[in-house]
């Protein structure tokens, strides 16, 4: 079965500390993976792809197919980095639906 | 270019009507995709919509259905609405594949009472 799993609710660290979001997942095959991000008060985004091997905002997410986890991290926090994430997959074909974990609200104190 | 356009904004509803929601992806985007958002279950997919029709379809009851057009808006509908169907019902455009991910509406914010 396709699952995705964010352990943490909730995660608070300080201004310039680093963060670490956790995402593992369940599917038979090779997926794709995401990350989306949502601010207060705005629309669900996308943050970035795996397919695209990209960095956005300073935030990295390297796929570890062993450990089958996609996990998010960021070296230094700053505080416009509070939002909630959310960590996704979706299968390879056109066909694929994309699969969302349950979110960790991040919240950077200062 | 537009961005993904969902109406109404908000919803009020009562137990046991039903209630029709609206989608306008962006331009040449001909995938679409529902889903529905709670405090407690995080974003539950609902459907997704590719040229008029239904290519994936999540686990929800038959009460929730929808449709595309062949300009690519979409409708969801819901029948026969309980408390529990309260929730943010976000829309979700792509080209035509997931791979590089989806542009999400504001939403529309339903609520039963």
């Known amino acids: 079965a396709q699952r995705v799993t964010q352990p943490e609710k909730l995660l608070s660290v300080f201004k310039g500390a680093p963060v670490e979001l956790k995402c593992n997942y369940s599917?038979?095959?090779?997926?794709?993976l995401f990350w989306y991000v949502q601010y207060s008060r705005q629309r669900l985004q996308l943050l970035l792809r795996?397919?695209s091997r990209e960095s956005i905002k300073g935030f990295t997410a390297d796929l570890n197919k062993g450990e089958t986890s996609f996990h998010l991290k960021k070296p230094f926090a700053q505080e416009e980095d509070s939002a909630m994430y959310y960590c996704?997959?979706?299968?390879?074909?056109?066909?694929?639906?994309?699969?969302f974990g349950s979110g960790t609200r991040l919240s950077i104190r200062p | 270019k537009a961005g993904v356009t969902q109406t109404p904004r908000y919803l009020i509803k009562t137990r046991g009507q039903q209630v029709t929601l609206s989608c306008s992806p962006i331009?040449?985007?001909?995938?679409v995709s529902w889903y529905q958002q709670t405090p407690g279950q995080g974003l539950q997919f609902l459907f997704e919509y590719f040229s008029e029709t239904q290519r994936n379809k999540g686990n929800f009851p038959g009460r929730f259905s929808g449709r595309q057009f062949s300009n690519s808006r979409s409708e969801m509908n819901v029948s026969t609405l309980e408390l529990g169907d309260s929730a943010l019902y976000l829309c979700?455009?792509?080209?035509?594949?997931?791979?590089?991910?989806?542009?999400f509406g504001s939403g529309t914010r339903l609520t039963v009472v």
């Open positions: 795996h397919i």
């Open positions: 979700a455009s792509s080209f035509s594949t997931d791979l590089y991910g989806y542009t």
């Open positions: 996704a997959l979706s299968g390879k074909s056109s066909a694929s639906k994309i699969i």
């Open positions: 331009s040449g985007h001909r995938s």
């Open positions: 599917y038979s095959g090779s997926p794709e």
